[in-house]
């Protein structure tokens, strides 16, 4: 299948930098959300990181405003049956994705697959939304989408062969290194990821060390780029306790139990850098 235009659901921080990618590789991009202030918000984000990159020699001037005419910010979905290819970035609700993908299903060619950039979500479930369950795939980038190469190709039940190797191309072509995954909750990634910062956070609730420690630990013994808890915040405790609640919820299995710690603090609205307070200050 030739890809040559997007339709990106959600320009948030994951969405606008699908679009930005896209974009980048000369695919035309719409880029919706719920209003078209949202919609141009996310376009000038993916403008504002661009600057930075101008200013860095990085990028020519001439090459920012060629891929930012490439993105188009929308409100509606009136673009939907004309586009190759439409992926779903909103928010990690399930029901708020079946219906997107319910609405996709009614408007797009039959051709057309329909991906989610779900983190943890059932492809299988979503899928069940449309009358096209073997165009459905999961297609998990990770943030920032511009910098992280990794891309999580995750087939659900119904998805064909066809549409796996699509996708799989398509990650590829976007400059992108592709990793095929079961559907289960989390898939690898997060299914691997949380528990570790999970586990990191009952080292903080059980008083065997402090923030800083813990990350040093990690940071240094481990070689990771950044500390559990200071990724936590990154990511944010919202979308952590979210996650894991996900991973209990799926398998029934206490290793999943998300600490009480990160509970109340998502209780207290300390949710990482954006609110200004995680298990750090920012």
């Known amino acids: 299948m030739n890809i040559q235009s997007f339709f990106v659901v959600g320009a948030g921080q994951m969405g606008h930098g699908i679009a930005q990618v896209a974009a980048a590789k000369g695919i035309s991009v719409c880029l919706h959300d719920i209003t078209l202030e949202l919609a141009d918000k996310g ?7 661009l600057d930075r990159l101008v200013q860095k020699g990085k990028m ?3 090459a920012q405003r060629a891929l930012l005419e490439k993105i188009k910010p929308v409100a509606d979905f009136a673009q939907v049956s004309q586009v190759d290819f439409i ?3 909103a928010t990690e609700r399930l029901d708020i994705k079946k219906k997107i993908f319910a609405e996709m299903d009614g408007l797009a060619r039959p051709e057309v697959i329909l991906a989610t950039n779900t983190s943890s979500q ?3 479930e979503i899928a069940a939304a449309t009358k096209r369950a073997d165009k459905v795939i999961g297609m998990h980038f990770f943030n920032p989408v511009p910098v992280m190469q990794l891309v999580e190709i995750v087939r659900g039940l119904a998805t064909s062969v066809e549409t796996d190797q699509t996708i799989y191309d398509l990650a590829v072509a976007l400059g992108k290194t592709p990793a095929r995954v079961a559907d289960y909750p989390g898939f690898v990634s997060n299914r691997v990821l949380m528990p570790m910062i999970n586990e990191a956070i009952y080292c903080l609730f ?3 060390a402090d923030a800083e420690a813990v990350d040093t630990v990690m940071k240094l013994g481990m070689n990771h780029p950044m500390g559990p808890l200071a990724l936590a915040d990154l990511i944010g405790l919202d979308t952590c306790l979210f996650i894991m609640q996900r991973l209990y919820q799926g398998f029934s299995d206490s290793k999943y139990r998300p600490c009480p710690l990160l509970v109340k603090m998502v209780e207290a609205g300390k949710l990482g850098r954006k609110t200004g307070e995680g298990f750090y200050k920012y």
């Open 60 to 62: 020519t001037a001439e």
């Open 87 to 89: 992926i779903e970035a």
């Open 122 to 124: 059932s492809i299988t």
């Open 206 to 208: 059980e008083g065997i």
């Open 43 to 49: 376009k000038k984000q993916v403008a504002k990181g």
